[in-house]
């Protein structure tokens, strides 16, 4: 293969890749190998914990916003007086959100006293509502998908 230019090799597909393909990769100036299903072990399969901790009532957080951007696991932690919070989703029209998953979950500081709605953006929806999506207990998740017009809840748990 060496003596090929990148545009001439073969293009992969689902059909002439089995995951014991070597790939090289380049760490510390250092070119190492990695097969193609270790890559997807190591690095396509993890979801990364963002943590939003809830101190003052009221507050809205835009999940936009560069801290959230990129997050794909928001994990809601409350630490402030009882009462709600407003979480928004990001535009669902924005070309960079086509496709984006987000994970909401609570951890064991919730209650029934403590909630946080997850919100579309104005004049867009959450599974075709307007209506705000309600975490309020320990332990609660969302998953939402966008299609690049609106978000869908694709799982909940309660």
Not at 84 to 106: C, F, G, H, Q, Y
């Amino acid at each position: 293969m060496a003596d090929k230019k990148i545009s001439q090799l073969t293009a992969v597909t689902a059909a002439n890749i089995d995951g014991t393909e070597d790939m090289p990769i380049v760490h510390s100036s250092t070119t190492k190998k990695i097969t193609t299903e270790e890559l997807q072990y190591y690095f396509v399969n993890r979801l990364e914990p963002t943590t939003l901790t809830v101190s003052v009532a009221g507050g809205t957080v835009d999940l936009d916003d560069s801290t959230y951007d990129e997050a794909e696991l928001v994990v809601l932690s409350w630490s402030g007086a009882s009462g709600a919070m407003e979480l928004t989703l990001p535009d669902a029209t924005a070309t960079k959100n086509l496709n984006k998953v987000k994970r909401i979950i609570s951890d064991s500081t919730f209650s029934t006293s403590t909630h946080a709605d997850l919100t579309p953006v104005s004049g867009q929806t959450l599974d075709g509502s307007t209506d705000a999506y309600r975490i309020n207990k320990a332990y609660e998740g969302i998953m939402v998908w966008c299609n690049g017009t609106e978000w869908f809840i694709i799982q909940a748990k309660a």
